[in-house]
């Protein structure tokens, strides 16, 4: 048989309406190419009708765990895969026209000349482009915290399978935060296209986890113990409080709950605990503040 290549790779979780959408958007998407793209579904033990609602796909390759594993279910997706190039793909997202078709090209060019290569919705930090780096430092100033979003996760599938103790993060949640670093410290160089890839459908109900336990703790522990300069990882703390932190703050004191059902217990505390001893961390609270009162008309 011959080897697809591409492997999109969705874990899900009781969104078996929202899974329905993104499948007929992917199998109706007229880039989708049966001879070179394999798609891979594993249910991480849904209480609702996913089961049911894929068995009207015949082309996915469906796989139920027999329990719920929580992001364990990333290592068991991708270990379905077959084809050269395995992406995860979040259940909630599908790709804007001619996406796909541009993804499918340049996994195919850049197939055979020894390269790493990622694909990141495009973030603050760049418009559409290629962006060509040689080393975790650089890796992180360019992709910052967006490595752990899922759907920017895509790497060879030979790569992957060399990964060692895969399973060592899993208790943070960001065990593909990992394997990118681990990936981009294999002496390859490592291209990154930047682009608007995706349109992302928002479920009714989201999170499940501490959002600032998981970014402000576990995701910095993971950064740090990449051995990176000091002053790399102090770049990053900054980027993360600002472009991050401070909104989903800013959710928590004015919308609350709202949509989303992330763990906020501790939230003040985790922030101040990691971030008091920063000089930017009080100038930037100050600032933020007052942008909240004036967006209250209050001054």
């Known amino acids: 048989m011959k080897v697809k290549l591409l492997s999109i790779c969705i874990p899900t979780y009781n969104r078996a309406e929202v899974l329905d959408s993104t499948l007929n958007s992917l199998f109706s998407n007229p880039d989708f190419d049966a001879e070179k793209i394999e798609v891979v579904v594993v249910d991480n033990c849904s209480t609702d009708d996913t089961k049911e609602i894929v068995s009207g796909y015949p082309l996915v390759n469906y796989y139920r765990n027999s329990h719920h594993v929580k992001d364990v279910d990333f290592t068991i997706v991708l270990g379905y895969a077959t084809g050269d190039y395995i992406r995860l793909l979040n259940d909630t997202i599908s790709f804007k026209p001619g996406k796909l078709k541009e993804m499918l090209e340049r996994i195919e060019k850049q197939k055979d000349i020894g390269v790493n290569l990622f694909f990141c919705q495009n973030i603050f930090l760049h418009k559409n482009c290629r962006v060509d780096v040689d080393n975790k430092e650089s890796y992180l100033k360019e992709i910052s915290f967006y490595s752990t979003w899922i759907a920017n996760f895509g790497v060879w599938?030979?790569?992957?399978?060399?990964?060692?103790?895969?399973?060592?993060?899993?208790?943070?949640?960001?065990?593909?935060?990992?394997?990118?670093?681990?990936?981009?410290?294999?002496?390859?160089?490592?291209?990154?296209?930047?682009?608007?890839?995706?349109?992302?459908?928002?479920?009714?109900?989201?999170?499940?986890?501490?959002?600032?336990?998981?970014?402000v703790e576990d995701y910095l522990y993971i950064i740090k113990q990449e051995r990176i300069s000091f002053f790399a990882y102090e770049v990053e703390k900054y980027r993360l409080l600002r472009y991050f932190v401070y909104g989903w703050l800013g959710t928590l004191l004015v919308t609350h709950k709202d949509n989303y059902s992330f763990d906020t217990k501790g939230a003040f505390k985790i922030v101040l605990k990691k971030y008091w001893y920063e000089p930017y961390f009080y100038i930037a609270i100050i600032f933020f503040w007052c942008k909240r009162i004036k967006s209250k008309g209050i001054i």
Request: proline fraction near 2%; aromatic fraction near 18%; charge should be positive.
């Open 157 to 215: 599938r030979e790569d992957y399978l060399k990964i060692d103790d895969k399973h060592r993060y899993d208790a943070l949640l960001f065990s593909q935060v990992d394997w990118c670093y681990r990936i981009v410290s294999n002496n390859k160089k490592t291209i990154i296209y930047f682009e608007d890839l995706f349109d992302v459908t928002t479920p009714n109900k989201k999170g499940g986890y501490n959002i600032f336990k998981t970014f």
